[in-house]
């Protein structure tokens, strides 16, 4: 059902080193989340972004950034990786528009999420 | 502050069982109350959305209730199947905002033995 990507699905990389986690969706939504989870843990909203050049951190501090140069792709970047960065990356997508009143049927859509380890 | 509670943390059940998952929330104001179930290095898919004037909804094997007063909801299973091991997660919309903060729980890990 949801048209929302996530690559890579595992990444293993050592200290110190620059990646970047690709969030995709075809769904045309304005409004993209990423979220952070630990085993057993809830979800921790790191990112959020309401259209184009629009991008806000979330409720948990994060040292990583986001850029939203076009509606579909909303990538996660961390300059430099530590240990403590080990986590599962899930990115989200809503359909509710920005400029919509609250809606009680929105939805939110997820990617498979990124298994990110840091050595 | 506002939170989500879930419990049980984990359940066991044998296949074609019925089970029913709990949650209880704080959240203020209420907008509506979503079950979403995360298979294992999955993201979550949707399951329910009520709102505050819902009290009961289905989809297929799954029933998810609402009391908003008690501000507590359920979700059960019926009939079990292997498929249905996951992490079951409560979410808490509010509405105190135009944009809808989310809340998540921590969900419970029911797992289906054969």
């Known amino acids: 059902e949801a048209d929302i990507y996530q690559t890579p699905r595992y990444l293993v990389i050592g200290t110190g080193k620059k990646i970047t986690l690709e969030c995709s969706q075809t769904m045309g939504h304005d409004k993209m989340y990423w979220y952070q989870q630990d085993p057993g843990m809830e979800l921790h909203l790191i990112h959020y972004?309401?259209?184009?050049?629009?991008?806000e951190k979330g409720d948990l501090s994060s040292e990583s950034t986001v850029s939203r140069i076009r509606t579909e792709h909303f990538p996660l970047t961390l300059e430099s990786a530590r240990p403590s960065h080990t986590s599962q990356y899930l990115c989200?997508?809503?359909?509710?528009?920005?400029?919509?009143?609250?809606?009680?049927?929105?939805?939110?859509?997820f990617g498979s999420g990124t298994q990110l380890s840091v050595l | 502050k506002n939170q989500v509670e879930q419990s049980p943390q984990s359940l066991i059940i044998l296949e074609g069982k019925n089970c029913t998952l709990q949650c209880n929330y704080t959240v203020s104001p209420f907008s509506n109350l979503r079950w979403y179930k995360q298979d294992t290095g999955r993201g979550p898919v949707s399951l329910t959305i009520m709102t505050f004037s819902e009290n009961t909804k289905s989809n297929g094997r799954y029933t998810a209730t609402l009391d908003a007063d008690t501000k507590q909801s359920s979700l059960h299973i019926t009939a079990s199947q292997l498929s249905d091991s996951a992490s079951y997660i409560c979410v808490v919309s509010d509405r105190g905002s135009t944009l809808g903060r989310l809340y998540f729980g921590r969900g419970t890990q029911l797992t289906v033995w054969p």
């Open positions: 972004s309401y259209g184009v050049n629009s991008t």
């Open positions: 989200a997508s809503s359909n509710r528009q920005v400029t919509d009143p609250p809606a009680t049927n929105e939805k939110l859509f």
